[in-house]
């Protein structure tokens, strides 16, 4: 066995990226640009109003006391106008400036007396309110940077720039396959010895609710052979492969065993915390395959803790749990050799987390409510109110 942090480090010396694709600028939100996107064009392309009031020559506000205001300019005037000495124009926010003019006087700031424009903003200064050429960013410059993942804004920005398709990573296709005799789907009766299967709602939920949504899921037979081929066949067409159940090393446990018949790379097997010890995680090629215990509470907490790493290491995201300190509101005690990862709640006003009641790997009453894990090392066995302790946020 190896500890959580040996764990996380191999993920990320031995998992590598995808491939890139080109998608429309309006379906790449979350994503990670797989390369420096350089601006087309200069941002504004044209001198241009900031506010809402009256255009002019600043000097010659100097030399008079009040200019003629001879036109007015709208936002997407595409006439270009040109003012003479001692004249001004009535402009709107970005509208372009004039011919001959240079600053703009706020309009709370002014005063009309028919056409006759006088300032009353005594510490105006020169080229005040007027947006200059590539005054955003400039035509060949780096808009946004490699690796960069696309949030709301960045596309908005792209956007300003003209800009209609960004290359980037792409995300992974990815296979839920579930082991268990004993599941029985939802929305069907019971029979005796069965249980409701739930994993696959929960990591479709928890995988959607981050972006990722190629997402097949697949029911195999606990028999070697039929889990096997069910590997096999996935991956051939899967850049992320996902177990529940079958890793441990009961008798009808055949994932580890399928694994080694399709030559997958056996990167660790068997983790120092709890829940979720016989997490398995594999590569060959470039798919990936994780192994998760079969426990609902297991598979959610190793999928936040492992799976969220590999898939940033996927497609260059940013999925981890957030990770803070906060006071522990209720004492914990445990076993020494194992991280735990208990079920929590934290409250963002006092900086305080409380242990959940129901920490059993079988119950997802807590995980209901829950809001965040508290880690507690293995090195421990204790812990104390008020004691700072390691919280990840999801």
Do not use: W
Request: charged share 20%; net charge neutral.
């Amino acid at each position: 066995m190896i500890s959580v942090e040996e764990a996380k480090s191999i993920i990320r010396a031995n998992i590598s990226a995808l491939d890139a694709i080109q998608l429309n600028l309006d379906d790449a939100v979350g994503f990670a640009l797989h390369e420096d996107v350089i601006s087309p064009i200069d941002m504004p392309s044209f001198v241009q109003s900031s506010m809402d009031g009256y255009a002019f020559a600043f000097d010659d506000v100097l030399s008079t006391q009040g200019l003629k205001v001879t036109h007015t300019i709208q936002a997407g005037a595409s006439d270009v106008l040109e003012i003479k000495k001692n004249e001004a124009v009535r402009i709107f926010t970005g509208a372009p400036l004039p011919k001959g003019a240079d600053t703009v006087l706020m309009q709370e700031k002014a005063k009309l007396d028919s056409d006759q424009l006088f300032v009353l903003d005594e510490r105006l200064q020169k080229c005040a309110n007027a947006r200059s050429i590539g005054a955003d960013i400039q035509k060949g410059a780096i808009a946004i940077k490699k690796n960069t993942i696309l949030t709301p804004g960045a596309i908005g920005f792209l956007a300003s720039l003209g800009i209609t398709q960004v290359t980037v990573v792409r995300k992974p296709s990815i296979c839920i396959i579930l082991t268990g005799n004993e599941l029985q789907d939802i929305g069907k009766q019971l029979s005796t010895g069965q249980i409701y299967e739930s994993n696959s709602h929960t990591l479709r939920s928890a995988l959607r609710n981050i972006g990722f949504n190629n997402i097949s899921v697949v029911k195999v037979e606990d028999e070697l052979a039929s889990v096997a081929t069910c590997l096999k066949n996935a991956l051939e067409k899967f850049d992320l492969i996902i177990f529940t159940g079958g890793i441990s090393v009961g008798d009808y446990d055949f994932v580890l065993e399928a694994c080694q018949q399709n030559n997958i790379e056996q990167l660790f097997h068997k983790v120092k915390q709890k829940p979720g010890k016989p997490l398995y995680i594999g590569k060959k090629e470039n798919t990936v395959v994780c192994a998760l215990p079969g426990n609902p509470a297991s598979v959610l907490s190793c999928f936040y803790h492992y799976v969220t790493i590999v898939l940033d290491q996927l497609c260059k995201t940013n999925n981890v749990p957030k990770l803070i300190q906060a006071n522990l509101s209720n004492a914990y005690k445990k076993p020494l050799g194992l991280t735990h990862f208990l079920k929590g709640m934290y409250d963002f006003k006092n900086n305080k987390v409380t242990i959940l009641d129901g920490q059993e790997s079988f119950k997802m009453s807590a995980f209901a409510i829950a809001n965040c894990f508290i880690e507690l090392p293995e090195t421990i066995t204790e812990v104390q109110i008020g004691q700072l302790v390691k919280v990840h946020l999801f």
